[in-house]
């Protein structure tokens, strides 16, 4: 499986294009900038036919629908963050930047889940405490963690839908997957779950 990370967007969040051996495969979090991540899929000859959401953030969220439309891609999120799509209180938007509303989601994910993707067996954990449905995606030995785990820190909890108990739970559920799972965070740098462990105080 390959990995391709864009960053993009005003709050330099990370999207990801994910794909297999036959170049099928799936956007993590389309982020703001629709123009990037199409220009990546066509220099990859990739075929996009899902967009997966790990949480309901504009940032996160904003070109979903364009992505949609430019792939006839299935859109996925947590069933618990499926409102944010259209609510731009839910979204952030409506604090940040224009009110975003988007369309519905194609199919609501629960923790547990298994996609497939191409030859991509994709599990969903539900992780919230940044968001009420976060979620992350495991794929062989890589982890998407959405805003729930970053390098050395933690996604926000103060925001609506976020809570501090249900952070350090989520974290616990990541810190029971192997040490050197890699951990591909909605901002800043690429980690590993042990190092993370060793090293990021809300994992100890």
Do not use: W
């Amino acid at each position: 499986m390959e990995v391709i990370k864009i960053v993009n967007g005003r709050l330099s969040g990370n999207a990801y294009i994910i794909y297999d051996e036959n170049k099928i495969g799936a956007i993590i979090d389309p982020g703001e900038q629709p123009g990037k991540i199409i220009s990546k899929v066509n220099e990859h000859g990739v075929t996009i036919t899902h967009i997966l959401i790990t949480h309901g953030h504009f940032d996160h969220i904003e070109c979903t629908d364009t992505l949609k439309k430019e792939f006839n891609a299935t859109v996925c999120i947590h069933e618990d963050d499926a409102i944010c799509l259209s609510d731009p209180e839910l979204n952030l938007s409506s604090r940040f930047i224009d009110e975003l509303r988007l369309s519905p989601a194609d199919v609501l994910l629960h923790d547990g889940d298994e996609l497939k993707i191409g030859s991509m067996d994709i599990k969903v954990l539900h992780t919230p405490g940044h968001s009420g449905g976060s979620c992350s995606f495991v794929v062989e030995n890589k982890v998407f963690s959405g805003d729930t785990l970053f390098y050395l820190s933690i996604g926000r909890v103060d925001l609506l839908g976020g809570s501090e108990m249900s952070i350090i739970e989520s974290l616990n559920k990541l810190a029971k997957l192997p040490d050197d799972y890699i951990v591909y965070p909605g901002h800043g740098e690429t980690t590993t779950i042990g190092f993370e462990k060793q090293n990021n105080e809300y994992m100890q």
